[in-house]
């Protein structure tokens, strides 16, 4: 008789972001795909709304000034202190390294002292793994589509850290895209909420904009065939902005007009990327993955050749801990540490490409 297979440990991971504008800590706590969110906390930074966008060095002092309480406040919050973790995952890259440098100091500090290693983990391999925290079945393979502020990726997930980049944005991530129209249509920073608010007030057809890098006749081999570029787009919106002669009745529609543009170029590519693999899942990430317009796109393209769509909820798809702490508890289990000179990086290449 064969021995039962031992089952996996279980490790309680604290995990910090800071590579932005939020100072976040979390606790989970699993093995495996089995991983359960023990705390998570969030403090996004109001301040960058007087200046119209995130000012690295106030970011960096916001984090200084909150690092601590934040961290303190996930550790109680999950009833766990520094010594009964098994490791402390910070973000280390991609982001404003100012603001990284905090959570990455202060990330290696804390486990000096508590004598727990240290692992480094990249911001967007977090994003890829927040759904997984909510949904049981957000796991590989799948084809994900990871939507941010500063990136957007469509990569093919054959097993966690087996990542193929299929296509990429060529100049303005998604969110960048949806900050800068509601910068031209009034609307404060950031802005992609407000411009799906307003985009449901539109009529879709006063206004039809270009679908960037969206022929009929690409096919798989072309080098535009998944790339996205949200730049010409956005001169298409400044274009509408300018001709409404009244902006206060057009702007709906040209938010209507912008997200419909924007929604029908990423489901696209999505489903050429399912296809090409065939996935029966699809996975979403990043802020701009809290856009029901494109949530429910991309379910009405997908659902009917029986591929389920999983997005996170808004609390975990914009930044936040608890996906760099997940993120961190697969690359600790892979065995990887990080030694006390774990640097903060601005641009760093993720991790797993194939
Ligand atoms: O992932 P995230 O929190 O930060 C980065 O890593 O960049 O994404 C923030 C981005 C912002 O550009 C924000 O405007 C966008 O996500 N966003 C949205 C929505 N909610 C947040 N974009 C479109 N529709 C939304 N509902
Ligand atoms: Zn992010």
Request: aromatic residues 6%; glycine residues 10%.
């Amino acid at each position: 008789m064969s021995a039962p297979a031992a089952a996996s440990p279980r490790c309680r991971v604290l995990g910090i972001e800071t590579s932005c504008d939020e100072t976040s800590a979390a606790v989970v706590e699993g093995a495996g795909d089995d991983v359960t969110l023990r705390s998570l906390v969030i403090l996004s930074q109001d301040v960058h709304r007087l200046f119209g966008g995130v000012v690295p060095e106030i970011a960096s002092r916001a984090h200084l000034a909150s690092i601590e309480p934040v961290v303190a406040r996930a550790l109680a919050d999950a009833g766990l202190t520094l010594a009964e973790l098994d490791a402390v995952a910070v973000t280390h890259g991609p982001g404003l390294v100012g603001a990284l440098l905090v959570g990455v100091s202060y990330g290696k500090a804390i486990a000096f002292g508590a004598g727990v290693p240290v692992v480094g983990v990249h911001h967007m391999e977090g994003h890829l793994f927040a759904t997984a925290l909510e949904h049981a079945d957000a796991v590989p393979p799948f084809t994900a589509l990871l939507v941010s502020g500063g990136h957007t990726l469509l990569l093919d997930v054959e097993a966690w850290g087996r990542y193929r980049l299929l296509g990429a944005t060529r100049d303005d991530a998604a969110g960048e895209a949806f900050d800068k129209v509601a910068k031209l249509l009034g609307l404060p920073y950031p802005g992609g909420r407000l411009v799906e608010q307003l985009a449901r007030e539109g009529n879709p057809a006063r206004y039809r904009l270009p679908r960037p890098m969206l022929r009929g006749n690409q096919r798989p081999g072309d080098d535009d065939y998944f790339d996205v570029s949200f730049s010409g787009l956005k001169t298409a919106v400044l274009g509408a902005v300018k001709a409404a002669p009244d902006l206060g009745a057009a702007k709906a529609h040209i938010a209507r007009a912008f997200q419909d543009a924007l929604v029908e170029t990423l489901v696209e590519k999505t489903v050429r990327a399912v296809r090409l693999h065939d996935r029966d899942r699809v996975v979403l990430g990043g802020g701009v993955a809290c856009n029901q317009a494109l949530a429910s796109a991309m379910r009405s393209r997908l659902e009917p050749r029986g591929v389920r769509v999983f997005t996170p909820s808004p609390r975990l798809a914009t930044d936040n801990a608890a996906m760099i702490a997940r993120a961190g508890l697969f690359r600790f289990e892979q065995g990887e540490r990080a030694g006390l000179e774990l640097n903060a990086y601005a641009s760093l290449r993720m991790p797993g490409l194939v």
